[in-house]
């Protein structure tokens, strides 16, 4: 941040109207988890929380890019700004991917209403966890009315998801994703809506029965919300309007619930924890002296003390 | 701990004379995140660091109890007192996992120097990484001298158990866990033995072979140090000596050239760390009033703030 154009405020206010690259220059900051970060999460604090974030989680193969691809059509035929922020949660953060990442969704590439970005999230201060939110936040000050997250489905990654957005999406298909993957992966308890993809494919029915059988029989994070189980075509566009109405009333049901603002509280403490717990880190990390972290753990590997005893001193 | 003879003192005392029963009411307290663990572990620190404490993982099907049960009896043969922790990566907390697992190992059954003990370690306070060095230091109160911590390699587990261990022993097994496996799993980087099980299977000498050329290749945590492939046939001891001779001589390269104590303090680092975060987190998520996390929270999904000045706020 050498130009005087391109400090935090010039940023920011140039992302407000609209501008992809001040865009991708402020997610980038996210991304190295750059010490102008603070200040950039400051000046975007107003426009906080504008956008409806879905997450579209799912084993490979499903046809998660053409399932986006299509919801982004249905969106912007509806007149909204959208955001899309394609997470990979097992690269480590690659700090120069490229607003625009418009390979993957050449239909958008003209659309000055599609921001599209990648990210890759395994790094510092939490990863996909707390670079999504505040990746979001870029997107909320661009003025993206929806900001879909899709990221594939590896270990603990479509959990996670869950955490992050109001409403999550499961996508699964016949053969490559079917309800026993669904279970083990742990997204019975977390999805609002569970799309079986491909449903011009044999199986695709037994999918969508064996997976209510399942929902039915699993105890769900929210009790109230009974997730349909849709059927789409996504390479053709079938069903993607149900699946944009289903949002619709999963939204609605936030809202007049409460359950919008509990999953957005929940959010928020896990967010200020892990930035208040990175700050600790770094500063434990760098201290020195008699009290420090350094000295502390040579304490406790010569047996003069204890690992909660260190830590009651650390804290002090 | 409501009856005297129950109290932390007493306890420790016990388990010191290597009462079993003692022993395993301290790993329970270490499993439950009990309100007594920071006295206990005061206690325990005195005894803290003096066993070599040896981690064995590797992919399902390789032969792992086999090969725990082999070394076990290969060091009661050179007359050492052994303990064993068994590790389950993905269960929640157990609780009630009774010392003398000793159906796994039948043949140590009633051999007073062996203490064997199963831990699920999906739980509160980071889990496996903290819950297994309290767990080691109860058994070196117990005057054990080499620590076996066995668990099955699933997801981070391999790789967190290396940076547990003093000395890493991964197992594959020709067909089950290939070296191609290995690699997936990340544990080219951290093992500090590499065992071929079943080596009277086909493919055995292929699997050594291919380990040692990836091996070669790969950036190493500790380059003083060229990790030996070996051959074994656990379930007719076959090869076990070796194995306790490599790690004999793994242990002295430790001594002479420094990295024991780098790893063991970069291990009570990242002890201190989890417990001094555990410590914070309950304040933080019991606080009340208008700087607590529920109340910063609130202000965040507001946008009235945002994360980092929040957590600025809340480590004032």
Known sequence: ?????????????????????SVARLISLVEQGSPDLPAAMAALAETSGRAHVVGL?????????????????AWRR?????????????????????????????EHALDRDVLIRSMAARGHLGGLATATPQAVRVLEAAGCEVVLVETVG?????????????????????????AVQAAKAGVLEVGDLYLVNKADHEGAAGVRRELRSMI?????????WQ??????????????EEVVAAVDRHREHLRTSGELGRRRRRR??????????????????????????????ALVVAGETDPWSAAARLLD
Chains 1, 2 share one sequence.
């Open 1 to 21: 941040v050498s130009r005087p154009s391109d400090s935090v405020p010039e940023l920011v206010s140039r992302a407000r109207e609209g501008d992809p690259r």
């Open 78 to 106: 509806a007149g909204l700004r959208v955001g899309v922020l394609a997470v990979d949660p097992s690269s480590p953060f690659s700090g120069g991917a490229l607003l625009g990442d418009r390979v993957r969704m050449s």
């Open 57 to 73: 989680t799912g084993p490979p193969g499903v046809g998660k890019s053409t399932t986006s691809s299509a919801l982004v059509a």
């Open 227 to 240: 997730p349909p189980v849709l059927l789409t075509v996504a390479s053709r566009g079938e069903g993607v």
């Open 268 to 297: 928020a403490t896990e967010e200020i924890e892990a930035v208040a717990i990175s700050v600790l880190r770094r500063r434990w990390r760098d201290g020195a002296g008699e009290q420090s972290l350094a000295a502390l753990s």
């Open 216 to 224: 039915s029989m699993t105890e769900r994070r929210d009790r109230a």
């Open 154 to 178: 590896v270990g603990q990654s479509e959990v996670e998801i869950a955490g992050l957005a109001d409403t999550t999406l499961v996508l699964l298909a016949p053969g490559a994703g079917d």
